[in-house]
């Protein structure tokens, strides 16, 4: 039955991640929590989770025409020198901080959301 919710729940990440964007890797991560996996490492996973979920998304938005590679460069590879910094300072911050910082994006960008 554990198999069968997980798979479920996979399927859902997958799905909510290419309508949403980034909401997979936040039900991820909540998912992760619940069943037990400590915060530092739900994050972990959660990311290990999202790439390939995130490069099969973003090769279809490139096919449809939906986005253009030139354009993400600009974003691109400050992304990655932000990633390697965040992945050493991730084990170093209190979860309790990152808890409270992540639930800080979350609502931000609920509301913003909400009113556009």
Known sequence: MKKI?????????GIINVL????????????LKHIGVDSTKAHATAIAIILPLTA???AMYIYNGNVSIKDSYIYLIPG????????????KIPKKFLSKVFSLFIIYAGIRMFFK
């Open 5 to 13: 919710f997980n798979s479920f729940l996979g399927i859902m990440i």
């Open 20 to 31: 949403v964007g980034s909401c997979g890797g936040i039900v991820a991560v909540e998912s």
């Open 56 to 58: 099969i998304s973003a």
């Open 80 to 91: 990655l020198v932000g990633s390697l910094i965040g992945s050493r300072l991730l084990p």
